[in-house]
């Protein structure tokens, strides 16, 4: 029904080793492995250096609808982080709780104002447009199920509209580094086109993913084929 791995981050063991001191044991991220939401959360903890436990949860299989899965998250969702006696639900949550606990430098999820007014705006952006639009398309295209496709393209329209023109004014989504909203609306972004959105209309969102891949400890999201 679940099967697991522990992913290491390669060259980041200082910083590593003194979260994990923070834990009685490794981090269980529970996780579909084609999903935007799991990638935005691996990604932040590969970018943190954080080691952890994968839990492939088998959706097909109806894993997600058990009692032992919807204590963790009662709407039955991936993903969910354990860490410890701490049990996080949902993605762009578990990117706010491993920023407020784990970023001692504290500029992934930034404390003026008007950052964190515009951080959040993204994150609603990521659980509004970008799910409802991108994600759905691929969903669509990759599982099957009826999608309203004028929908989903009006949603990608407005969201990449938005993005490419934040994106003239500054490297990232918030500033001139890269913050949790980078992540909320990376992977579903890149991989656009498996949902029949293409991005070539949209240069400076190419240049932004190809800077969000750059950075250290950065791990590609699965391409579905
Ligand atoms: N709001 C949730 C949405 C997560 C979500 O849609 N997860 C999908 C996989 S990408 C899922 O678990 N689907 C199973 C279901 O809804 O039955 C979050 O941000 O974590």
Redesign the pocket.
């Known amino acids: 029904m679940h099967s697991s791995a522990i992913h290491f981050v390669p060259g980041k063991y200082h910083s590593a080793r003194m979260n994990l001191s923070r834990s009685a044991s490794l981090m269980r991220l529970h996780r579909?492995a084609l999903?935007g939401?799991c990638h935005r959360v691996e990604v932040f903890l590969t970018l943190l250096g954080i080691p952890f436990v994968a839990v492939d949860v088998d959706?097909a299989g109806g894993a997600?609808r058990e009692p032992e899965f919807l204590r963790m998250n009662p709407f039955?969702?991936?993903?969910v982080l354990e860490d410890g006696d701490t049990v996080v639900a949902?993605?762009?949550a578990i990117l706010v709780y491993l920023a407020m606990r784990y970023d001692a430098g504290g500029s992934w999820l930034p404390g003026t104002p008007r950052e964190a007014a515009e951080v959040q705006r993204w994150l609603s952006a990521a659980?509004s447009e970008l799910a409802h639009g991108p994600a759905l398309a691929r969903v669509g295209r990759l599982f099957g199920g009826s999608v309203d496709r004028a929908r989903v393209e009006l949603l990608a329209g407005r969201l990449f509209g938005a993005m490419e023109a934040t994106l003239a004014e500054r490297a990232f989504l918030v500033g001139s580094a890269p913050t949790v909203a980078d992540l909320a609306l990376y992977g579903y972004t890149a991989r656009a086109n498996e949902g029949d959105l293409p991005l070539d209309a949209y240069p400076r969102i190419a240049q932004w993913l190809a800077r969000v891949e750059a950075l250290p400890g950065f791990v590609p999201m699965p391409r579905a084929a």
Do not use: E, T
């Open positions: 579909f999903s939401h959706l997600h039955g969702q991936v993903p949902d993605a762009n659980a």
